[in-house]
């Protein structure tokens, strides 16, 4: 849980997803980025992730699609007509905003180093079925998420309606999202296996 708190790029994604579309937006992107989760520690139960320690070229591969990802929200986000209105921004479906956090988070090999590194140090070797008990960790690792990420965005939505409220304000928050976008982008970019 601590690990889950502190900040970092997971926690930024969905506090500007509260604060630029409120809510609903943030718990279903953070529910999204939750699921991307079950992919890293299914792989490190499998043994995939190793593959991101060992080879530069996978995680090269993985990493600067994430980066160009990220840089695509960036593009995306200040290219509609919408960022220089103020108000609320328009809403988009569930399924985009899930898959939006689903993606960013898959696309992140630092993640799957970070499971690879993590879950094993819980793991008895005594009682067997390894594999499995770095699923039921990793499970609980989601659950936990799930519900700290949930939260935070309850709070940066409730944040962000006083936001969107001022119409001073609001006109700057999507710059203000496409530069949190970029500089993620940039500072995944710049990560090293290790």
């Not at 600067?64 to 990220?70: H, K, S, T, W």
Request: a positive charge.
């Amino acid at each position: 849980m601590a690990l889950t708190v502190s900040p970092g790029p997971d926690n930024i994604f969905v506090i500007s997803q509260g604060i630029t579309r409120g809510r609903k937006a943030a718990i279903v992107t953070a529910l999204g980025m939750c699921s991307g989760i079950s992919i890293h520690s299914t792989a490190a139960a499998l043994g995939i992730s190793a593959l991101f320690y060992s080879s530069a070229a996978a995680f090269n591969l993985v990493k600067f699609a994430g980066v160009l990802y990220l840089l695509y929200l960036a593009i995306k986000t200040v290219g509609s007509r919408s960022s220089f209105t103020p108000g609320p921004k328009a809403s988009l479906p569930a399924s985009a905003l899930f898959r939006r956090g689903f993606i960013m988070n898959v696309l992140n090999p630092k993640v799957a180093l970070f499971f690879l590194a993590f879950l094993p140090q819980f793991v008895t070797p005594s009682s067997g079925h390894l594999p499995l008990q770095m699923l039921l960790l990793g499970a609980l690792f989601m659950i936990q998420a799930v519900m700290i990420f949930s939260l935070i965005g309850w709070f940066s939505g409730t944040i962000g309606r006083y936001f969107l409220s001022n119409p001073d304000l609001s006109r700057y928050f999507d710059w203000l999202t496409s530069g949190i976008f970029a500089s993620l982008g940039v500072k995944l970019a710049l990560s090293e296996r290790w």
